[in-house]
């Protein structure tokens, strides 16, 4: 009888299916691992990712593109002001009001200027970089003696820093002398209102900027307004205001044009600049 060999090593235990599905499961996991561990040396072993860099031409397209979308939303309201052009042309010498809604919305400018010809081209919501991209159609074939811009507190309020607001006006007042070079531009600075009054020093900032390209230039005078409409507690009067507390009232733009009026007596030697302090 032969007797079974109790020390020898059963290999075949090792060929079994399940646990061959077992040994290589396994190793599969340890090559995983390693070759993760492997991975993440090199990829920490390489210099930090530099920034994109985008070409002077591409960005200056793309900053474009933004403009020209950005100005497509007043397209119908352009085109309504160049029909009233049409129907209603501006008499050589008159004086033309450009802007935003504090133009736009001031019903009572040919009573408030009754001794001139005033023409109002303000659309609501602009921006003054808005303002310079339409100005070649805004002006069309007028041929006016004075400009009046009054634009740039929308542009703080929207996120502009006062450096664009005053490269804004720089581009505004080169449309204007491309078309009219003889043409005398009157700007007026942003006025602080109630609704706004937290972005005070950003306008105040951008009206100082806008004052020194102005003092820089020729033929052009900056109206200081940032105070017109405060009270004696230096907060904005609500009687200068509509109830939305942005706009002016009848009264604030009474009182603007009682600033502004002088400019317009003598339009061939108007002051370089007007403050909106009155006497004592």
Known sequence: MTQKNTNSFDTSFF??????VIVFSGLASCA?????????????ALPPKQPLSIPQHTASVIADAAN????????????????????????????????????????????????????????GGALLSDVAHFADRLIGKARPSVVVVSAGGNDIH????????????SELVDALRNILPEVRIVYLATTATTARISEKPQQQRANELVAQTV?????????????????????????????DELHPSAAG????????????????????????????
């Open 253 to 280: 733009n009474a009182k603007r044009a009682a600033i502004v009026r002088p400019l317009f007596q003598n339009a061939s030697g108007l002051p370089a600049k007007v403050n909106s302090r009155q006497p004592d």
């Open 215 to 243: 003092a820089q230039g020729i033929n052009m005078d900056f109206v200081d307004l940032i105070d017109v409409f405060l009270g004696p507690d230096g907060l904005p009067d609500p009687a200068m205001l509509l109830p």
């Open 158 to 169: 929207t996120g502009r820093s006062p450096e664009d607001v005053q490269k804004a006006f």
């Open 15 to 20: 060929f079994q299916p399940r646990m061959l």
């Open 68 to 123: 020209e979308t950005s100005t497509d939303r007043w397209e119908e309201e352009i085109e309504e002001l160049e029909k009233r052009e049409r129907d209603e042309p501006t008499p050589n010498g008159a004086i033309l009001f450009l802007g935003s809604s504090n133009i736009r919305m001031w019903d009572t400018l040919a009573s408030d200027f009754p001794d001139h010809h005033v023409v109002n081209r303000g659309f």
């Open 32 to 44: 995983a691992s390693l070759f993760l561990l492997v991975m993440f040396e090199r990829l920490t």
